[in-house]
């Protein structure tokens, strides 16, 4: 079994990409998809939270790839998360390779303090 995305204490800022296990992507198809959603969350974060976004880059950017069941798991994180008023993006795929257009693939929350994402995603298996 994998290891659970643990706590990295107090303080720290992360990044949680979550990938839709029921799709069994491939490797890089899930890559992709993770990388989709750090980028829109940098973006969104440069626009409506740069102090969070600083001192999650001078950190060194750390980002945690976890796997959710099916995308009802996903929507109920995504409701814990905006509930504990958390930053959060889905990516939905263009459908041009492994699945129909507008899947949701990814759900991408943060950055954000890590005791905050670990309530909410803490029990996710990693990728």
Same mark, same amino acid.
């Given at each position: 079994?994998? *290891?659970?995305?643990?706590?990295?204490?107090?303080?720290?800022?992360?990044?949680?990409?979550?990938?839709?296990?029921?799709?069994?992507? #491939?490797?890089?198809?899930?890559?992709?998809?993770?990388?989709?959603?750090?980028?829109?969350?940098?973006?969104?974060?440069?626009?409506?939270?740069?102090?969070?976004? /600083?001192?999650?880059?001078?950190?060194?950017?750390?980002?945690?790839?976890? #796997?959710? %069941?099916?995308?009802?798991?996903?929507?109920?994180?995504?409701?814990?998360? *905006?509930? *504990?008023?958390? %930053?959060?993006?889905?990516?939905?795929?263009?459908?041009? #390779?492994?699945?129909? %257009?507008? #899947? *949701?693939?990814?759900?991408?929350?943060? %950055?954000?303090?890590?005791?905050?994402? /670990?309530?909410?995603?803490?029990?996710?298996?990693?990728?």
């Amino acid at each position: 079994m994998a *290891r659970k995305g643990g706590s990295a204490g107090t303080g720290e800022y992360k990044m949680v990409l979550v990938i839709r296990a029921e799709l069994r992507l #491939t490797a890089g198809k899930a890559a992709a998809q993770a990388a989709h959603a750090a980028v829109m969350l940098t973006l969104s974060a440069q626009r409506r939270h740069a102090d969070v976004l /600083d001192r999650w880059l001078g950190e060194g950017q750390k980002k945690i790839v976890l #796997t959710a %069941p099916t995308l009802d798991d996903m929507e109920q994180l995504s409701s814990q998360a *905006r509930a *504990r008023g958390l %930053p959060c993006v889905w990516v939905e795929d263009a459908g041009l #390779t492994e699945v129909a %257009p507008g #899947t *949701r693939t990814c759900l991408g929350i943060g %950055p954000a303090l890590a005791s905050a994402l /670990d309530a909410v995603t803490g029990s996710l298996d990693l990728l």
